[in-house]
C-alpha cells in the first residue's frame, strides 16, 4: 500500500503505526489595525479524533510503501477535513488576529497524509521493567502508549489477529 508519509529518519528496530491527517493551506485576506494584510497558514487535521490545528510551516512528505496493518483508518473524509480546517482559520482570524473586516480565505492546497508513530520500549528509571513508548518524529516527542486511546486500542487490535 502506497502512502504519502511525513519524511522521518524511522528509529531502529522500531515498529512504526501510520496515523491519518489531512494538510491544507489557506491564503487569508484581512484587515488589522495595521492595515490590510495577506498570509498563508497551513492546518493540520486530525482524521481520526477530528479538530484542526495550526502548523508552523508545510513538513516534507513522500509516498511510501507500507504494511496495511500498521496503517490506521480515518474517520473523516476530505469534505469533513477541509470544513473543519476552514472554520478553525476563520476563528483564528476573527478571535485572535483580531480581524476588522471578515477574512478572506481561499483554499490553495490539500492532501492526506500519514504521520508514523514508532513504538519504543524502554527500562524505567528505577525499575528494570519493559515500557512501550510512542515516539512522533514531527514533533520529536516521546511519550507513554496508553496517553493516547485510538492508538493503543489499534495496536491492541492488531496484536491480537496475530
Known amino acids: 500500500m502506497k502512502l504519502h508519509v511525513f519524511d522521518c529518519q524511522k528509529k531502529e528496530e522500531s515498529a512504526a503505526v501510520y496515523y491519518p491527517q489531512y ?9 488589522s489595525i495595521f492595515g ?9 487535521t486530525d482524521r481520526v479524533r477530528g479538530g ?3 502548523a508552523d510551516q508545510r513538513p516534507s512528505f ?3 510503501e507500507v ?16 470544513e473543519e480546517a476552514h472554520e478553525t482559520v476563520r476563528r483564528y482570524y476573527l478571535h485572535h488576529a483580531r480581524s476588522w473586516s471578515v477574512p478572506k480565505i481561499k483554499l490553495l492546497s490539500s492532501s492526506a497524509v500519514y504521520v ?4 519504543i520500549e524502554k527500562s524505567g528509571r528505577w525499575r528494570k521493567k519493559k515500557k512501550t513508548f510512542l515516539y512522533e ?10 496517553k493516547f486511546p485510538e492508538i493503543y486500542q ?5 496484536a491480537e489477529k496475530v
Open 137 to 146: 518524529p514531527m514533533t520529536d516527542s516521546a511519550d507513554k502508549v496508553e
Open 62 to 64: 513522500l509516498t511510501k
Open 67 to 82: 504494511e496495511p496493518s500498521a496503517v490506521m483508518e480515518a474517520a473523516m473524509d476530505e469534505k469533513e477535513c477541509i
Open 116 to 119: 508514523p508513530y514508532h513504538l
Open 23 to 31: 494538510t491544507t493551506e489557506w491564503f487569508v485576506e484581512y484587515r
Open 154 to 158: 489499534f495496536i491492541d487490535k492488531e
Open 52 to 54: 484542526s490545528s495550526i
Open 36 to 44: 490590510k494584510r495577506k498570509e498563508k497558514i497551513t492546518m493540520m
